[in-house]
């Protein structure tokens, strides 16, 4: 049957790639067979207009089968184990097939429907009414195009139609993605670490951006004086490259740890670093983009300009998230208020997925930045609505987004590969692809290595050189870099830019992603990995999102007070105190941690269940995973607390919870997760350390 | 704290509502605001395209505020059980009072951003570059606009700005609708009535069309004489207007039909015919737009024309239909061999939605109508596909196109709302109106008493008097009409009929919506309502979707044999015997049903799990629930055959499997459901009749 089965499963894959071809050649070819037809009728704008329409499905059609197509080959990857290729990484391979198909084989003939005109309009209005003989159509301004451009307009227009507005990258398929991101960000082990993924997201990305940019900036100089650059290359065009190109995105990288369960430090560390990061080289790159001196001479180094493109970044980054965190919470006081939604599943789900979205919207609306808004609405979401929804919202929500990201994801990576070759003004320069290359690996060096020793100065639990080694063959380029570089490919340089970016996302995901496993055995990460225990996670852990966590390392056990982090102890008792009895059901309640003084309020905002929570441990960090003898369902985040240490605890005053967690979480986690989790050779039996407490 | 919480609850809709127009107003007030700001600037091009951004983004997230609104009060309706007023016919409410507010309360000053041009072109090509002093722009081809528009064009662009794209109704809002009515639409009940069902959908739309198009003539042709029609109307535009308005949209009624557990046959029957229908109408209208004697007289009766339209609306009709059933047996297929994707949910549900997504895209790539294949896509779908899922995709894919239907269908009609004072173009004429309620009126009655009559007359199980008053009653128009009638309101006719579709739909979704329970009482028709039983639905029927049938009436079980229609059982044989075999796991092997000399073929054919499943009762259609002691999941559709029932029937043939499932099938309900249905009067206790066997 094994054998039988692939044999099949092999056909089938050869039946729907053809099927791809045979209805793209039919779209293709559909074009002037129809163009006769409506020749002989009257009613021209009409058909147009149908055969635009008929036109748009075609291409959408061809990335549906090319999804189709990448799911069934990570189906088959999943299924022999094969960890050498990601589904992103595969995405594009199809991709660039299709892409080269289109470029190469499929020959459409010069398209009549593009007309060139000179009207008499002294500017370029976003609609435009023209007047053809008595009757007015209506048009949208779709953008400029460079004056080289205009001819391959009225050349390519099959390949122009392949094309999607890059504005669709930002508006419709990274929000899902970023959103996602925040939403799987709920760890304890990221608020652990949450000092250091701050430096290495805010301050790194800064390095890591100016590195680059000095860098690019010396080559394009070097380029100059050997006269192989064509056309202007300023200095903020360099900084804006390396704004782009510092937004990490290792989703291979994670993949493979959450399979080979890999330390969960490590993850949490190079997981918080790209989720963050990718905020900000957004408002980097925009703030870049602002940096504007007065005057004539648009490209002289002002301090006044610097100042306005500095307070930018601050004002849009502080902006961004304080309405994504607003809107998280308004959320989580609507899930907390009308706690009755949750015998209405759907509208609960449909209530998160809407306010989630206008976050996206109100941000754009107002001028800030809507995809980091999303980012931290997320992050809220996960932290405070999450606890307030019920059970099934939650595995809704989750899969929901879940689905959205996959998609969405493996979307923009396959468009990556097409891009290769249907995009029109492709710029490859070997030098500045050398430079950039080269610039890309000292930016990400500068970033965690002088990072690391600072931040191991202050960390008792130290981010070994084995740990910094992986975290630089980590930095993965991907979505966001790409989206940020086909925003705008106007200019000389932007088209250059674009196309050496390419190139850096097709080596990191294909070369540095396909290389991890070898990299962690090299670098002598150890994981746990065993057949039973893929076949368990396969089996068991549905609904839950790619970071579990539930690894158990020798280290994580060795946490004491002392370890964690002072940033996370401010934050997580402000936290425990205040925010989670004001917006969940759980943690103390308000009248015994706010001073008497309060008392009336603190009766006010507590929830009458955190009273009959008081008795229980109700502590959302832990991620605890319940595996029932019976029942094959997983809640990724909902402590179930019915053993005797959550009862024992009922007195406690916050900070011990908050010792007991980090010194004791973990154990809980090998005791109720034994199915899931092989222990580690140094492990002590996990039953002793329980029982000591 | 139920009062308490009450008063929280109306507190907090008046601050969110309150953030609707807040969030407005800063978005119009944002417009002249900027534009100040740009004109000190030179990148004019930019500006303006991040300030078209700005106010789409503010006028989506009116939209997404308005839902939440929605949500938000339905949720309190349904919490009140306040059953006059469907979440659908809130949603209009709100956008009413939108629409008033944006008419009439914010004043935007006159555009500049519209500019009036006389082109040398003598054509209207899909894509116009303008050579504005040595700068091109790409202008993209939105539609011809009628003279007396372009005043309005230029005037009033914000009202212009929140008025969607007609054809996003189709391609984007509509689809998931139509899917997920296809997809629910997998009932014993449904098959069971499929004759009925089929000529109410066919047959009676048909005539209420002609119906309709007649007494609209006859109503146009006095309005003419009378000097009331300013311009053309044509029968062909009464006819077209007779199509569109046949679809009905009961989904308030059924809404109520779910909760009150109305008679499953009475909900089959609407149901289904309102499924079917919107197909009919969607197709039949194209078919009556293309109907273009030949010659200069394009408005007189012609022979071939006719035979033509009558052609196009058979093939369009068969195209889509196979089209979106052989997408469904794809899809089956590949979920039938790749039996090992069940360990990927992820991958699972992302190649069902895919799939279904691509069938409405080749539908529209083809030719065909996309709406009609994505119906027939999930019918299919929801027969075969969904029994090879694993449970944990079955309930993803139904959570996800529930939530997809129910966020498509309150936009949609809260857009509707909204559109009765933003659009430009009303023609309110009374007489129009009066006439064409009248000819809705007899439409339907004409479609159900004769159709009804003529059925009774093969049924054993006739529709009685107070039912066919009851679908008289449930005729009601929706999403499906609203978005025929959107999609070209460019000529005197066309607008006339919006203005009067709109009116048709307020007033069913209101009037017949609001009263159906009252038209219950009135009709006799009973129902098993209890305070429990809502209690229990909502706390089990995780997942499962708006029509369970999972109530028992003293009639049904009166079902026998001869009872079931012939084309039923015909149908079901063959289905039982070949279909479901080579696309499920479940079924009679192949080598048992087809005649000896095809064995080798049938060996081939049949999955190694039928052989397994044979001493089974694997079957499908009977919906059943199973409530277990302990866990509150739901499986739908699933059929677990534990009981002695099941396995006592594994040497029987096909057609005792029908018997079985038709004498039997519900007292397995009763028995496995009872925590969910009250037993009705009329009905023996269950187990007697169990035991009996």
Redesign the interface.
């Known amino acids: 049957?094994s054998a039988g089965?692939s044999f099949?499963?092999l056909r089938?894959l050869v039946m729907?790639s053809l099927c791809v071809f045979i209805?793209f050649s039919?779209?293709a070819a559909?074009s002037p067979a129809q163009e006769k037809d409506s020749a002989m009728e009257n009613i021209?704008?009409e058909k147009?207009?149908e055969e635009?329409?008929?036109?748009d499905?075609?291409d959408?059609?061809i990335f549906?089968?090319l999804?189709?197509l990448t799911?069934?080959t990570?189906?088959l990857f999943?299924?022999r184990r094969f960890r050498f290729l990601h589904e992103t990484g595969l995405a594009m391979i199809y991709g660039l097939i299709v892409g080269v198909i289109l470029r190469y084989v499929v020959q459409v003939p010069r398209d009549?429907?593009?007309?060139?005109?000179?009207?008499?309009?002294?500017?370029?209005?976003?609609?435009?009414?023209?007047?053809?003989?008595?009757?007015?159509?209506?048009?949208?301004?779709?953008?400029?195009?460079?004056?080289n451009?205009?001819n391959d307009?009225k050349d390519n227009?099959m390949l122009r139609k392949v094309t999607f507005d890059p504005?669709v990258f930002f508006?419709i398929l990274l929000p899902p993605i970023i959103f996602h991101a925040g939403y799987s960000l709920k760890r304890r082990h990221f608020f652990r670490n949450m000092g250091s993924i701050l430096a290495y997201a805010f301050v790194g990305t800064v390095i890591s951006c100016f590195v680059i940019g000095l860098l690019m900036y010396g080559c394009v100089v070097l380029m100059k004086q050997l006269g192989q650059m064509g056309e202007d290359f300023f200095f903020t065009d360099c900084l804006f490259f390396g704004a782009i190109v510092s937004a990490t995105d290792p989703v291979t990288v994670l993949a493979i740890f959450h399979e080979l369960q890999v330390d969960v430090d490590l993850y949490a560390l190079l997981f918080g670093e790209s989720v963050l990061n990718d905020a900000v080289a957004v408002v980097l790159s925009s703030s870049i983009v602002a940096y504007q001196p007065q005057g004539d001479n648009s490209h002289t180094f002002e301090v006044m300009a610097l100042l306005k493109s500095f307070g930018m970044f601050l004002g849009v980054f502080s902006g961004s998230f304080s309405l994504g965190v607003a809107t998280g919470i308004v959320t989580a006081?609507?899930s907390f208020?009308?706690?009755?939604?949750r015998?209405?599943?759907?509208?609960e789900?449909?209530?998160f997925?809407?306010?989630s979205?206008?976050t996206?919207?109100?941000a754009?609306?107002?001028?800030f930045t809507?995809v980091v808004a999303v980012l931290f609405c997320g992050i809220t979401q996960a932290h405070y609505t999450f606890n307030n929804l019920s059970p099934?919202s939650q595995d809704?929500t989750k899969?929901?987004f879940?689905?959205l990201n996959?998609?969405a994801e493996n979307f923009i990576f396959s468009y990556m590969g097409l891009t290769l070759f249907t995009f029109q003004n492709h710029i490859f320069n070997p030098m500045f692809i050398v430079g950039a290359f080269l610039a890309v690996f000292v930016g990400r060096a500068a970033n965690i290595y002088p990072l690391s020793f600072l931040l191991n100065l202050g960390r008792r639990n130290k981010i070994r050189s084995n740990f910094q080694h992986m975290m630089m063959f980590a930095g993965l380029r991907g979505a966001m870099t790409f989206a940020l570089s086909i925003r705008d490919t106007a200019t000389y340089a932007r088209q250059m830019m674009f196309s050496t970016n390419l190139l850096v996302v097709f080596f990191t995901v294909w070369v540095c992603g396909g290389g991890t496993t070898q990299m962690l055995s090299c670098q002598r990460i150890r994981y746990a990995v065993s057949d039973l225990q893929i076949h368990c996670s396969?089996?068991y852990r549905?609904?839950v999102d790619s970071d579990q966590d539930n690894s158990v390392n020798g280290s994580e056990r060795r946490s004491t007070k002392q370890e964690s982090a002072w940033l996370f102890r401010i934050w997580y008792n402000f936290d425990h105190n205040y925010l989670k009895p004001i917006l969940t059901h759980s943690g103390p309640p308000l009248t015994s941690t706010l001073p008497p003084c309060c008392d009336p309020l603190a009766r006010f905002l507590t929830s009458?269940q955190a009273y009959e929570n008081e008795c229980q441990l109700k502590d959302d960090d832990s991620d605890l995973i319940l595996t029932d003898g019976d029942?094959s369902l997983t809640y990724g985040d909902i402590t179930v607390s019915t053993d005797a240490t959550g009862a024992h605890t009922s007195g406690r005053h916050a900070s011990d919870d908050l010792d007991r967690e980090l010194a004791y979480g973990d154990n809980e986690l090998v005791m109720r997760g034994t199915r899931l989790v092989l222990p580690m050779d140094d492990s002590e039996p996990p039953f002793t350390d329980h029982l000591r407490m």
């Not at 635009?52 to 036109?55: A, E």
């Not at 754009?364 to 001028?367: F, L, M, R, W």
Request: charged share 15%; glycine share 6%.
């Open positions: 049957m089965g099949r499963t089938l729907v209805s039919a779209a559909s021209v704008t147009k207009a635009s329409h008929r036109q499905s075609a959408l059609l549906i089968l999804l189709t799911i069934l990570i189906w999943k299924h009549a429907s593009v007309v060139s005109t000179n009207c008499f309009v002294n500017a370029s209005p976003a609609t435009l009414l023209v007047n053809v003989s008595g009757k007015f159509y209506e048009y949208t301004l779709k953008g400029e195009i460079s004056a451009e205009v307009v227009e504005e508006n006081l609507i208020l009308f706690t009755k939604l015998d209405f599943q759907l509208l789900t449909a209530l997925f809407l306010m979205w206008s996206f919207l109100l754009e609306a107002c001028g809507g099934e809704r899969q929901l879940e689905l996959f998609l396969s089996l549905v609904g009458p029942i």
